[in-house]
T-cell receptor
Framework: GAVVSQHPSWVICKSGTSVKIECRSL??????MFWYRQFPKQSLMLMATSNEGSKATYEQGVEKDKFLINHASLTLSTLTVTSAHPEDSSFYIC??????????FGPGTRLTVT | AQSVAQPEDQVNVAEGNPLTVKCTYSVSGNPYLFWYVQYPNRGLQFLLKYITGDNLVKGSYGFEAEFNKSQTSFHLKKPSALVSDSALYFCAVILREDDKIIFGKGTRLHILP
């Protein structure tokens, strides 16, 4: 089956620094990637939809200048949390799809901002 | 290993008939349980969740799910299917001890007019 990886799986950073999270489709070409945020003990919140070669579409309330998303190739999308603060601590999950009817999830990245 | 199983890749139901999308889980402890729906080219949308309390949970769009602890199942149901219910459905669990979310592989629901 299709595999999506995320790197790193866990990161701790200091407040004010930036963190980049990678999402890779390992054995298929992902025309669309989604980024989600999961708050403790709560469901996922869709942050943005990213199509290869074009600008990401952000959900309402998500700051695009703070959460920079790049989808430069069919196998890689990155989420950069800029000037991270403790309230950005969360579990970030990506998913990838090559068509409208399938979606494969990455294992998630736990971000802790101190 | 912790896992969520959706045994059916695809479910076909005639419009107006009841539908069931199956989900079973194998995790330690007592997880939180979720159902999500994904329409073509869209991100996941939250349908419903079970945290505690009544085993029958009601959610969006007329869907409901029943938590069965002895069978470790959380099947999604709807009494009368609509063509617009056709989509991809994901079952997920969140482990209480570390908040890790685990997804099933998804079930494609086709409602036939």
């Amino acid at each position: 089956g299709a595999v999506v990886s995320q790197h790193p799986s866990w990161v701790i950073c200091k407040s004010g620094t930036s963190v980049k999270i990678e999402c890779r489709s390992l054995d298929f070409q992902a025309t669309t990637m989604f980024w989600y945020r999961q708050f403790p003990k709560q469901s996922l919140m869709l942050m943005a939809t990213s199509n290869e070669g074009s600008k990401a579409t952000y959900e309402q309330g998500v700051e695009k200048d703070k959460f920079l998303i790049n989808h430069a190739s069919l196998t890689l999308s990155t989420l950069t949390v800029t000037s991270a603060h403790p309230e950005d601590s969360s579990f970030y999950i990506c998913s990838a799809s090559s068509n409208a009817y399938e979606q494969y999830f990455g294992p998630g990245t736990r971000l802790t901002v101190t | 290993a912790q896992s969520v199983a959706q045994p059916e890749d695809q479910v076909n139901v005639a419009e107006g008939n009841p539908l069931t999308v199956k989900c079973t889980y194998s995790v330690s402890g007592n997880p939180y349980l979720f159902w999500y729906v994904q329409y073509p080219n869209r991100g996941l949308q939250f349908l419903l969740k079970y945290i505690t309390g009544d085993n029958l949970v009601k959610g969006s769009y007329g869907f409901e799910a029943e938590f069965n602890k002895s069978q470790t199942s959380f099947h999604l149901k709807k009494p009368s299917a609509l063509v617009s219910d056709s989509a991809l459905y994901f079952c997920a669990v969140i482990l209480r001890e570390d908040d890790k979310i685990i997804f099933g592989k998804g079930t494609r629901l086709h409602i036939l007019p």
